[in-house]
């Protein structure tokens, strides 16, 4: 069972580039989570979202909840945004998607 | 404001050992966790504490055993180690079960050879 789903799987991409992370979930939830994972094993909380779009510098966050569908984007990929970027959500507990690996080359 | 504080960071153990993995935040987060962390899998839910004085199973509960000490600290100890326990064990709180932030510790990498 996976109540998170998560693409791609793992991204290469070029310094400068736009990149977007999918998400898609199957259960109800009170909100969506995008979380970092560098190497070195560190998780931090990057956005918690329940509609809409949210932006933090140049991370933008949106849902989509009749769709259950989220997109994470980065603009302006640098090499220090490569990570492991989770998507989880909170109905009854969390569900965690498996993750992205994105590799930002110079 | 040191978060989210687990140890060890590091452990080997042998088949059959015991242990007690260590949590402890400073946020006063009523709701703690411990997750592991598996290739290819996404993290997993060990066992919960919603509130200080409950602990609730998760999804892979078995062979492990958890204590909620008071509100700051969540241990997770495993009895009797096996080395399908290899894996890398996240903690983490947030202030309630639904619509919080979670914050995590830096994990523990578990190797039972």
């Known amino acids: 069972k996976n109540e998170v789903e998560q693409s791609p799987q793992n991204l290469t991409a070029q310094e400068g580039e736009f990149i977007t992370i999918n998400c898609s979930y199957s259960v109800g939830i009170s909100a969506l989570h995008w979380l970092q994972q560098h190497p070195g094993g560190g998780i931090v909380s990057l956005f918690m979202l329940s509609s809409g779009k949210k932006k933090h510098g140049r991370l933008i966050a949106t849902i989509n909840i009749q769709e259950k569908h989220s997109s994470l984007h980065i603009t302006a990929s640098h090499p220090r945004d490569s990570a492991v970027y989770i998507c989880?959500?909170?109905?009854?507990?969390?569900?965690f998607g498996t993750g992205t690996s994105l590799t930002v080359i110079p | 404001n040191a978060g989210v504080t687990q140890t060890p960071k590091f452990q080997v153990l042998k088949t059959g050992q015991s242990m007690t993995l260590q949590c402890a935040q400073d946020?006063?987060?009523?709701?703690m966790y411990w997750y592991r962390q598996d290739p290819g899998m996404g993290l997993r839910l060990i066992y919960y504490?919603?509130?200080?004085?409950?602990?609730d199973k998760g999804e892979v509960p078995n062979g492990y055993n958890v204590s909620r000490l008071n509100k700051r600290e969540f241990s997770l100890r495993l009895e009797s180690a096996a080395p399908s326990q290899t894996s890398v064990y996240f903690c983490?709180?947030?202030?309630?079960?639904?619509?919080?932030?979670?914050?995590f510790g830096q994990g523990t990498r578990l190797t039972v050879v």
């Open positions: 504490s919603a509130s200080e004085g409950t602990t």
């Open positions: 946020m006063n987060h009523n709701s």
């Open positions: 983490a709180s947030s202030l309630g079960l639904k619509n919080t932030e979670a914050f």
């Open positions: 989880a959500v909170t109905g009854n507990q969390f569900y």
